[in-house]
């Protein structure tokens, strides 16, 4: 079916569908998942695409379980990122492993998991755990004010620069450059506002390309030091590492750096944040996790990744006639999965649009869904949203969100940029 042939199909390409109230974006999906097939949409308005091109919509958890699992159908090359394909000058800085499909993908995902080992993971444990702690103190210092900016924006850039090393000075410059990367919808982040007409796009991409060249740049000097003088962090088990007598080249490094520090960095602040509009807005949860709050945090989480689903979509490029669920996808189709619809599909979770942090099973398709990519930093991911909770909600046991927030302009990350939060000082 095509976006054309009915009115009731909501038009997931124009952005104001984005910034309409959760439940509305929603209810749009409930809408696409009751249709008897796929919908294809046309690419959305932007000067680099490929004429007659356009991509299928997959938005229900079946479909975009099967998409991630079959990645010999299912291909992320040339891109997994964007529904267009980026012009080649942007493609240099952000093609990282989350683009190419296995081998190449596989080789350097060995040698990236080493850093994301169970034993890494154990090591980075104290330091996420002081560095809440500090948050905390500060925030109790400064008194309630933007949750996002005191809190949720603080320690994933804080725990992702330290594990690859990146000194505390460039920290404030590091959430800027991420916000510009994946916030490039939004014209907080880029200065790229509709009113510029079709040059938008251009230089929303234009302000991009910057961001990334510059986080390249100081991938290749900490590089260059940590070839020179190896340490314990991750840039040196990046740098030096080494698969089959094959080490990772100096743009492979700079691809993943950038990979690392934007992933690692928008999703988790947005879970967090999402974390505590979702305790306010659902006090029996809240009451439920306070309760028996070691017993309970494991599942509260996977509860908030599915219900605010951080990532939105991903790509896929279909590489040759494949049927799948009742319809046909053709070689050089673009398939985009709507991890936001799956994690919502009725006939997979009871009550969707409820938040239960005692759902299970909770197979959400958050962190990807279980195929060669799911998400290498879900175990880091996990870490730090439940160091978070534990240290706030021990400390701070009456803070809420205080209003609505502000949220990205975006169909990539359903992030929130501000929140207020109100609590008693202790
Ligand atoms: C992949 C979501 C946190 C690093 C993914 C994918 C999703 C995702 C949906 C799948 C991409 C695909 O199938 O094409 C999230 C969410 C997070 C989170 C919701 C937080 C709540 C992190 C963190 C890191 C990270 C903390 C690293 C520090 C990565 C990497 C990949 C990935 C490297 C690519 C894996 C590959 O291509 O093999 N993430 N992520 N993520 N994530 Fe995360």
Known sequence: MSIQESAAIPDINDLSFWEQPLQERAAGFAALRTLDGPVRYPDPEIP???????????????????????????????????????????????????????????KIRRIVSRAFSPRMLERTENDVHSRAVRIVDELVAAGPGDFVAQVAARLPVEVICDMLGIPERHHRRVITLTNITLGNTDP???????????????LGLLRVARAARELHRLAARLGRERRAEPTDDLTSV??????????????????????????????????????????????DQRALLLEDFEGRIGGAVEEIVRYAT?????????????????????????????????????????????????????????????????CLGANLARREITVMFRELFTRLPDLHANGEPDRLVSAFINGYKRLPCTFTTP
């Open 48 to 106: 680099f695409t490929r004429p007659g091109a356009g991509y299928w919509a997959l938005v229900r958890h079946a479909d975009v379980a099967e998409a991630s699992r079959n990645s010999e159908i299912f291909s992320s090359e040339p891109n997994a990122t964007t529904i267009v394909d980026a012009p080649s000058w942007i493609g240099r800085y952000i093609d990282s492993m989350i683009n190419m499909d296995d081998p190449r993908h596989a």
């Open 188 to 202: 907080e982040y880029t200065g790229v506002t509709p009113e510029m007409g079709k040059l938008r796009t251009g």
């Open 310 to 374: 951080p990532v939105i979509a991903f790509r896929r490029n279909v590489t040759r006639d494949h049927e799948m669920n009742g319809h046909t996808y053709r070689a050089g189709d673009k398939v985009m999965l709507f991890y936001n619809s799956a994690n919502r599909d009725e006939s997979v979770f009871t009550d969707p649009d409820v938040f239960d942090i005692t759902r299970s099973p909770n197979p959400h398709v958050g962190f990807g869904g279980p195929g060669p990519h799911f």
């Open 238 to 283: 990046l740098v030096n590492g080494n698969v089959d007598g094959e080490r990772l080249t100096v743009r492979e490094f700079g691809t993943f750096f950038l990979l690392l520090v934007v992933a690692g960095n928008e999703t988790t602040r947005t879970a967090i944040a999402h974390g505590l509009k979702l305790f306010t807005d659902f006090p």
